[in-house]
């Protein structure tokens, strides 16, 4: 036993009894978000190389989240789909989703063309393939057809075990059109079924808000064991520094500055405001390296942060750990070709870079938002364009520092088009949005919430528990309609 190794998880332990303490105290759960991923930083640097102990923290809550992805994907959307109440609204609230994620994925890719050839992004890199072994990739290179048909279901039950997502969202939707197809012409004979989807939804959302409560400790412990990492292999970082800081130059531009003007222009919200309330998926995504994985946590902001309702912000926001995905669709592929064809000297045409821009919008359909996409999806586009995959194996050194920029990106993006989508149906709760609750506060007053809609209610009172979707909790952070007459609960 490495005595570093035991000193690294006992100064772990005692700066996560500190974030304990100061969530007693009621600090927003952004700042102590923030707290801990610099308090993380500081430990991986000064432990380089002695996070063993500490990275199993981490990993416990990636798999908490994976975990609870499937269950909130499949009640999330049969859920949405049983409150829509219509067909014709499954069909504007879908296609817009579709519509929305994509094309916040097509700003991506032109962003990213243009900042690399802009660079001149692998220019001067005089890029060596020869001679790299690339059967690594063999088994992740499949062509559009095998990806196509691998979006429909052969065995759910393996699919939900093993996170694929695409076919399990198809799955759900066959079941909640059926649902909503029976539901127009019976619908006391599907009560039972909508019944028991709102139950379920109670009961998985609630799952969701205990794993959410633990974010600020599992981004502690990733932070620290990613920083010792890096810190010890920095070296081997800076023949692709230019390619990682255009990385994180698009990255951070599309996440803030894209969908800025977006927000603005086709939401009418502060960006500023809109950004301080979803800051802890964008952290929680820059750590996990999984769109999947923090979709709990974007799922419950978006509710009771950004008020989109939970119809919406559990159909788009689960739609985009799918599809879209501008950080591993569009913003890396696009900039490894261009990086390939500047550092190797080959010719490109406009042709060559238009069909680079349609390829980052086909493969963006049916991306996993865990990690390592990016690697799978730029050697897709790699090989049809008939670029050199090699270039990915000399990427790989870089990739999950990039991994980190990418995958808030694709949150973000996400965020912004379930947001943008409540608001072109008319349904995003500005009242929410303007409200300054803490996540944190709000995990805490939903047991509140629960306990009084179980007790009985006095026939001498005209007051109930009320609830603003459906009669139910929504999530792990239920909002009462009359938050002035809450009262508060004290964290045990």
């Given at each position: 036993?490495?005595?570093?190794?035991?000193?690294?998880?006992?100064?772990?332990i005692?700066?996560?009894?500190?974030?304990?303490?100061?969530?007693?105290?009621?600090?927003?759960?952004?700042?102590?978000?923030?707290?801990?991923?610099?308090?993380?930083?500081?430990?991986?640097?000064?432990?380089?190389?002695?996070?063993?102990?500490?990275?199993?923290?981490?990993?416990?809550?990636?798999?908490?989240?994976?975990?609870?992805?499937?269950?909130?994907?499949?009640?999330?959307?049969?859920?949405?789909?049983?409150?829509?109440?219509?067909?014709?609204?499954?069909?504007?609230?879908?296609?817009?989703?579709?519509?929305?994620?994509?094309?916040?994925?097509?700003?991506?890719?032109?962003?990213?063309?243009g900042?690399?050839?802009?660079?001149?992004?692998?220019?001067?890199?005089?890029?060596?393939?020869?001679?790299?072994?690339?059967?690594?990739?063999?088994?992740?290179?499949?062509?559009?057809?095998?990806?196509?048909?691998?979006?429909?279901?052969?065995?759910?039950?393996?699919?939900?075990?093993?996170?694929?997502?695409?076919?399990?969202?198809?799955?759900?939707?066959?079941?909640?059109?059926?649902?909503?197809?029976?539901?127009?012409?019976?619908?006391?004979?599907v009560?039972?079924?909508?019944?028991?989807?709102e139950?379920?939804r109670?009961?998985?959302?609630?799952a969701?808000?205990?794993?959410?409560?633990?974010?600020?400790?599992?981004?502690?412990?990733?932070?620290?064991?990613?920083?010792?990492?890096?810190?010890?292999?920095?070296?081997?970082?800076?023949?692709?520094?230019?390619?990682l800081?255009?990385?994180?130059?698009?990255?951070?531009?599309?996440?803030?500055?894209?969908?800025?003007?977006?927000?603005?222009?086709?939401?009418?919200?502060?960006?500023?405001?809109?950004?301080?309330?979803?800051?802890?998926?964008?952290?929680?995504?820059?750590?996990?390296?999984?769109?999947?994985?923090?979709l709990?946590?974007?799922?419950?902001?978006?509710?009771?942060?950004?008020g989109?309702?939970?119809?919406?912000?559990?159909?788009?926001?689960?739609?985009?750990?799918?599809?879209?995905?501008?950080?591993?669709?569009?913003?890396?592929?696009?900039?490894?070709?261009?990086?390939?064809?500047?550092?190797?000297?080959?010719?490109?045409?406009?042709?060559?870079?238009?069909?680079?821009?349609?390829?980052?919008l086909?493969?963006?359909?049916?991306?996993?938002?865990?990690?390592?996409?990016?690697?799978v999806?730029?050697?897709?586009?790699?090989?049809?364009?008939?670029?050199?995959?090699?270039?990915?194996?000399?990427?790989?050194?870089?990739?999950?520092?990039?991994?980190?920029?990418?995958?808030?990106?694709?949150?973000?993006?996400?965020?912004?088009?379930?947001?943008?989508?409540?608001?072109?149906?008319?349904?995003?709760?500005?009242?929410?949005?303007?409200?300054?609750?803490?996540?944190?506060?709000?995990?805490?007053?939903?047991?509140?919430?629960?306990?009084?809609?179980?007790?009985?209610?006095?026939?001498?009172?005209?007051?109930?528990?009320?609830?603003?979707?459906?009669?139910?909790?929504?999530g792990?952070c239920?909002?009462d309609?009359?938050?002035?007459?809450?009262e508060?609960?004290?964290?045990?």
């Open positions: 036993m490495n005595i570093w190794d035991v000193a690294a998880l006992a100064v772990t005692g700066l996560a009894a500190g974030i304990f303490s100061l969530h007693r105290r009621k600090v927003n759960f952004s700042v102590l978000t923030f707290i801990a991923l610099f308090v993380g930083i500081a430990v991986g640097i000064v432990f380089r190389g002695h996070t063993d102990y500490i990275q199993p923290i981490g990993r416990v809550y990636v798999n908490l989240l994976l975990t609870i992805v499937a269950p909130l994907i499949i009640v999330s959307i049969l859920s949405s789909i049983v409150s829509l109440g219509s067909i014709s609204q499954l069909k504007t609230i879908g296609g817009r989703s579709l519509g929305w994620l994509l094309w916040l994925n097509l700003i991506a890719i032109f962003l990213s063309l900042v690399a050839l802009q660079m001149g992004l692998g220019k001067g890199a005089d890029l060596a393939t020869a001679g790299i072994d690339t059967r690594s990739l063999d088994t992740i290179r499949k062509p559009f057809s095998e990806v196509f048909i691998g979006f429909f279901p052969t065995n759910v039950v393996n699919d939900i075990a093993n996170d694929n997502i695409i076919p399990i969202i198809v799955f759900t939707i066959l079941i909640a059109v059926a649902y909503a197809l029976v539901a127009e012409r019976a619908p006391r004979k009560e039972p079924f909508k019944r028991l989807v139950a379920l109670e009961i998985i959302y609630r969701v808000g205990f794993i959410i409560a633990l974010t600020p400790y599992a981004v502690l412990a990733l932070t620290s064991s990613f920083a010792s990492s890096v810190s010890g292999n920095a070296s081997q970082l800076w023949a692709l520094f230019a390619l800081a255009a990385t994180f130059i698009v990255c951070f531009t599309d996440a803030f500055i894209v969908n800025a003007v977006v927000l603005k222009v086709s939401a009418r919200l502060s960006p500023v405001a809109f950004f301080r309330k979803i800051a802890p998926a964008q952290l929680a995504a820059f750590t996990t390296q999984s769109s999947a994985g923090t709990p946590l974007t799922t419950t902001l978006l509710r009771n942060r950004v989109v309702p939970a119809e919406i912000a559990g159909f788009t926001a689960p739609l985009g750990t799918t599809i879209g995905m501008p950080g591993c669709a569009g913003v890396w592929p696009i900039l490894l070709a261009v990086y390939a064809v500047n550092g190797l000297g080959i010719p490109y045409g406009f042709g060559d870079y238009a069909l680079l821009v349609v390829l980052g086909v493969v963006s359909v049916g991306t996993a938002g865990v990690p390592g996409t990016a690697t999806t730029a050697t897709t586009v790699m090989a049809a364009a008939g670029l050199p995959i090699e270039v990915v194996i000399l990427t790989l050194p870089i990739s999950a520092v990039a991994d980190m920029a990418r995958t808030m990106t694709n949150v973000t993006a996400a965020a912004v088009a379930a947001t943008v989508v409540a608001r072109k149906e008319h349904k995003l709760d500005d009242t929410v949005f303007a409200s300054e609750s803490s996540a944190f506060d709000l995990v805490v007053e939903d047991v509140a919430d629960t306990e009084r809609s179980s007790a009985p209610i006095d026939s001498n009172t005209d007051e109930a528990p009320a609830f603003p979707y459906g009669g139910v909790p929504i792990a239920g909002l309609s009359k938050p002035a007459r809450r508060r609960v004290p964290v045990a």
